[in-house]
């Protein structure tokens, strides 16, 4: 299979910032808008600052790491 890793800082948003990013979101993923309304929705703005990626499937593995 295929692994992903990651390290970073994820913050909740609301107000403001919510809109901004619905805003760009939405933009980017028209298709998702249908999702916006559903009562349990919420959205966050994560910033990774470190992201490790593995294929086991190859030998040898794949392994792909970088600090952001």
Do not use: A
């Amino acid at each position: 299979g295929k692994t992903i890793q990651c390290e970073g800082q994820v913050e909740f948003l609301e107000g403001e910032d919510l809109n901004k990013y619905k805003e760009i979101y939405f933009t980017l993923r028209p298709s998702v808008k249908k999702y916006e309304t559903l009562p349990d929705q919420v959205y966050f703005k994560v910033k990774l600052n470190w992201l490790k990626y593995t294929d086991v499937t190859k030998n040898p593995w794949d392994l792909i790491e970088t600090k952001l």
